[in-house]
């Protein structure tokens, strides 16, 4: 307790309902009581709580943890304790307000300065820290009780003390037993575990050992002197009387946020509950997605986390992806938040480059079924068009585990293609919209896809947003160009003619609208059809040879004028007029026709057919 003169009645107890109050009297007259709210401390631990004011605030701490605080009824703090009531366990002296501590105080301390958390924690011992007024421990049942700072500040005792204990274990005490574990460090943690439990509990030396044995484990794992190989049973936390851990993904993660912890962090019952009951709920989160994590929670197990950040890891833990054996280490669960805050750096719709995310992120997000595989180039082919698709997505887009699986399995979908597999889900148009690839529709995906399971097997081919977005655009050209040529320009609202750019898009550029005028009139031809055009290279090669052909029509159709190179029977052939000239004389005199005609009049394929 911090102690101030204008605060006249200083009085702390526990209520029926194991609520903690601290009243005061300021100088003004008026009363004030800061109440805990929530849980019930009657509930058989040990705790160490402090109340006091700081110049501004009147707080309660329960084992090192801020729990209530006010303004209400603080004054300047000054002078000394003198002649001031300070009462501890009941409110009867000042205003009869019937309040009764219920249950054991073993020692009480009361300083003349705010004391720090760590402070606090350290006199949860009994030890004294600097700065002590007045130090109570109890250990007789006199109506006077004796003040160990120093400076004389006699207790006296209202009513009767009862369950004074005046043989209270020592170390040697456990040391004739032959009990191992037990030290000097953690005496008074083993004497609060044996207080705790009934008389049947302890009366063996063998069930006295479990205790000495989980108290060995612990000191060892909190002080860093374990070997790597320490670890917590179900039969240690029945000895040490914790509830809550049942299962081996609990049981290694409370191993490991006790070897995380501090031994001052773990010098109590009710420290290692409250560590227990952490760790349950995380696993209990994980495994069904039941329950509410706080930052505090985390904050208590050594891992800083933000509101916003936990948000997003909530909905990771809630996956069936991710279950208690996957966050069985402070370190797994570290590697989780991090690599969900590298997907938030990263999904800022291309802004900025963040951090790629590493297989190692992949396997925290519990991710590895998704995005990999067991070719090394393929499996690095996937990752890196993942974290393109990251890196382009919106913050809305990506911050939740259902999304970012969603353009996991996207990615992933790709990549089966690619490899010539075929995806239990198909990929749809919307599929390629989400990771923002433009120019697939529905008329144009089965070409997309046979243009993507054309590309390379180990997914180089389509590693990047840019890549693929070419793999898009050539192949929706490719099937404007097969469409056309099927419809025979029937119904061009529908089918639209190919235009230059459609032609560059699948690797014939550099035309001139005359060209694409003259390319577009033979495949609307019934002569050509998809199947000449199906592929790039077919559509390279029609177009080049049809080209070349119509070069030597229009050299030819001057009217007369002069001499040029005449058909040949391999350029009807190409120019599907295979079965209307079928012999050496119809072939001169078609080239004698066309010898004669303009130019105007065989520019297009409806022309010369004629």
């Known amino acids: 307790a911090s102690q101030s003169s204008t605060l006249y009645v200083n009085t702390v107890w526990i209520d029926s309902t194991g609520k903690l109050n601290y009243y005061t009297v300021p100088s003004s007259g008026s009363t004030y009581i800061l109440t805990t709210s929530g849980k019930n401390y009657k509930d058989g631990l040990v705790h160490t709580v402090a109340v006091g004011y700081d110049g501004t605030n009147k707080y309660i701490i329960v084992d090192g943890v801020q729990v ?33 501590f219920i249950g054991n105080i073993y020692d009480v301390q009361v300083y003349n300065s705010v004391l720090s958390i760590a402070q606090i924690n350290s006199t949860s011992d009994g030890s004294q820290v ?46 004739t037993l032959g009990i191992t574990g037990v030290t000097s460090s953690n005496l008074a943690l083993a004497n609060e575990i044996v207080y705790s439990k009934t008389s049947a509990d ?120 991710i279950t208690s054996a996957s966050v069985n280490s402070v370190a ?98 919307a599929d390629f919209t989400t990771i923002g690839i433009t120019g697939v529709t529905t008329a144009n995906l089965a070409t997309v896809i046979s243009g993507i399971a054309g590309t390379l097997d180990n997914g180089t081919g389509v590693d990047t947003l840019s890549e693929l977005q070419a793999v ?38 550099g035309l001139t609208a005359a060209q694409v005028t003259t390319l577009n009139s033979y495949l609307a031809t019934t002569t050509i059809t998809s199947t000449n055009v199906n592929s790039v290279a077919n559509v390279q090669s029609l177009t080049s040879t049809i080209l070349a052909i119509t070069n030597k029509i229009t050299a030819l159709a001057d009217g007369g004028s002069a001499s040029a190179t005449a058909l040949t029977n391999t350029d009807i052939t190409a120019l599907g007029l295979g079965s209307v000239i079928n012999d050496p004389e119809e072939l001169k005199l078609f080239n004698e026709a066309l010898d004669k005609a303009s130019a105007s009049s065989v520019d297009t394929a409806s022309e010369v057919v004629n």
């Not at 605080?69 to 000394?80: E, H, I, K, L, N």
């Not at 063996?204 to 320490?230: E, P, R």
């Not at 985390?298 to 933000?306: E, K, R, Y």
């Open 130 to 175: 600097t700065g002590v007024l007045a130090h109570y421990n109890f250990d007789s049942a006199s109506s006077s009780q004796t003040d160990s700072s120093g400076n004389s500040s006699t207790g006296t005792v209202t009513g009767t003390l009862s369950n004074i204990s005046t043989s209270i274990p020592t170390l040697s005490t456990y040391q």
């Open 68 to 100: 209530a605080t006010t303004t209400s009824g603080a004054g300047t703090a000054s002078g000394d304790l003198g002649d001031k009531y300070l009462e501890i366990g009941s409110a009867k002296s000042y205003g009869n307000l019937g309040g009764n």
């Open 472 to 509: 898009v655009t050539t192949n929706a050209s490719l099937n404007v160009i097969k469409a056309y040529a099927d419809n025979n320009a029937a119904d061009t609202t529908t089918y639209p003619a190919p235009t230059a750019t459609d032609y560059a898009n699948a690797g014939v550029s």
């Open 202 to 321: 302890v009366n063996t030396v063998a069930k006295v050992q479990t205790i000495g044995t989980a108290l060995g484990k612990i000191t060892a794992l909190a002080n860093n002197i374990d070997d790597g190989t320490v670890s917590f049973t179900s039969a240690d936390m029945t000895a040490i009387g914790l509830t809550a851990i049942n299962t081996t993904a609990e049981l290694d993660l409370f191993t490991d946020v006790v070897d995380t912890a501090t031994a001052t962090e773990v010098n109590t019952l009710a420290k290692l509950q409250a560590l227990a009951t952490i760790v349950d709920k995380i696993a209990t989160v994980a495994d069904n997605g039941a329950g509410t994590l706080a930052t505090t929670d985390f904050a208590s197990i050594g891992i800083t986390i933000t509101a916003a950040q936990l948000t997003v890891l909530n909905t990771y833990l809630a996956t069936t992806s």
């Open 332 to 429: 797994n669960i570290q590697a989780l938040i991090n690599a969900a805050n590298k997907i938030t750096a990263l999904a800022d719709g291309g802004t900025a480059a963040g951090t790629a995310l590493t297989t190692a992120d992949i396997t925290a997000l519990g991710l590895g079924s998704v995005i990999g595989d067991t070719d090394v180039t393929r499996a690095s082919s996937e990752l890196s068009l993942f974290n393109q698709v990251l890196d382009k997505a919106t913050a809305t887009a990506a911050d939740t585990a259902s999304e970012v699986t969603t353009l996991a399995s996207i990615v992933d979908r790709i990549m089966t293609v690619a490899a010539g597999g075929t995806p239990t889900t198909a990929l749809t148009v």
